[in-house]
């Protein structure tokens, strides 16, 4: 869960930044934060594998959900996850990131590219 869980995050907050145009803070503030990480190749990895594979990713993390509540916990994070990786997957099957089986489906090496295609789709 917990790589699914930051594949979440950054995918909402690098769009949600990119539309607001504020991504070169957002990076920068991760740089600074954790400065071993390339976050611009780790970010357009996990755009890549979420659009690839979101939707078995959400199928999994709502088990997760589901072991957390059991636990007696309120299972925020893994729900939240869950439903953003499951959105990320819906929009690929509908053809935001183009045509599922092609050599350049889910292969942007810009994370640029994808969070443009999600905020053209949402504004639409």
Avoid at 100 to 122: H, K, M
């Amino acid at each position: 869960m917990t790589i699914s869980g930051l594949e979440a995050m950054v995918i909402e907050s690098f769009t949600t930044a990119r539309g607001y145009g504020v991504k070169d803070a957002v990076l920068a503030s991760l740089k600074e934060t954790f400065p071993s990480i390339d976050w611009e190749k780790q970010g357009a990895y996990f755009f890549q594998r979420v659009i690839e594979h979101g939707r078995r990713r959400a199928e999994e993390v709502r088990e997760v959900a589901e072991t957390v509540r059991e636990a007696g916990l309120a299972p925020w994070s893994a729900s939240g996850t869950a439903e953003r990786q499951g959105w990320v997957a819906d929009l690929a099957d509908e053809g935001v990131f183009g045509p599922r089986g092609t050599p350049d489906f889910a292969r942007s090496a810009d994370w640029r590219t994808e969070a443009d295609r999600i905020l053209a789709r949402i504004k639409s």
